[in-house]
């Protein structure tokens, strides 16, 4: 799928990425996310192509308490973590869940959100009440994601797509069994698709966490300072009425 670039400031994008990778920048903060994740990141607004959501409010809050501008990269979901090993981000937004196996590649905030996956299926479909009926079904993923990850053990039939959309439109179109989603992005894409059903089955909660290079110890303590603040002064829960009731 072809990528779109969104941000705030106007300087060209070469000279952007080449400060925020050597760190020259004093007014810049880019933030990396993959904007297919409603109601996180997703490319809407006035002109239909600007990059919204949760995840855009609380980097946008991130970057004003820091005194600086953001400017927001879109990219795939699997290249979020390199790009940001690489210099190009600053930080990622992105719906992303904390795990040990992603914890060994850069450091996280602390957790901002409690999710868990949930199976999507045609509303005809009555096979799925378990996860032991996951077995052998093919399933489909959003790639990198944890649903991916947890598919994997399930069955040896799973196709990952760049996106969430990708993904449901297998489904509609009866190419795949399920889809495996985080929560609230799979019940986003719910409600858009009355011909769909979902299934709640008893997988262990998860947490999603705001992700930094390893050792940038200022940049996290500003991030987790802004949680922080947002959680205690009523903003947070705020953006949760917003995006999520």
Avoid at 60 to 72: E, H
């Amino acid at each position: 799928m072809k990528q779109s670039m969104t941000g705030l400031v106007s300087l060209g994008l070469a000279s952007v990425l080449l400060l925020a990778g050597c760190g020259k920048s004093d007014d810049v903060l880019v933030v990396g996310t993959n904007a297919t994740f409603p109601p996180f990141e997703y490319v809407g607004g006035a002109s239909g192509d600007e990059i919204q959501g949760f995840d855009i409010e609380l980097a946008k809050q991130i970057a004003k308490d820091a005194g600086k501008t953001l400017k927001v990269e879109n990219m795939n979901f699997d290249s979020l973590i390199v790009a940001l090993n690489a210099g190009k981000i600053d930080f990622i937004a992105s719906g992303m869940t904390i795990t040990p196996e992603r914890q060994a590649s850069v450091d996280f905030s602390t957790p901002y959100y409690e999710a868990t996956q949930l199976v999507l299926v045609n509303k005809d479909n009555t096979s799925i009440n378990s996860i032991d009926d996951l077995k052998g079904k093919h399933i489909a993923v959003q790639l990198g994601s944890t649903g991916d990850i947890m598919a994997k053990t399930y069955s040896q039939k799973v196709t990952a797509f760049n996106t969430g959309f990708e993904a449901v439109m297998e489904l509609k179109n009866n190419k795949v069994d399920l889809v495996l989603f985080d929560s609230e992005p799979a019940m986003s894409f719910l409600n858009k698709n009355p011909q769909l059903k979902m299934v709640e089955l008893d997988f262990d909660a998860e947490f999603y966490g705001l992700a930094v290079p390893k050792g940038k110890t200022e940049l996290l303590n500003s991030i987790n300072a802004t949680l922080t603040s947002m959680k205690s002064n009523g903003a947070y829960d705020a953006l949760v009425t917003k995006y999520m009731k």
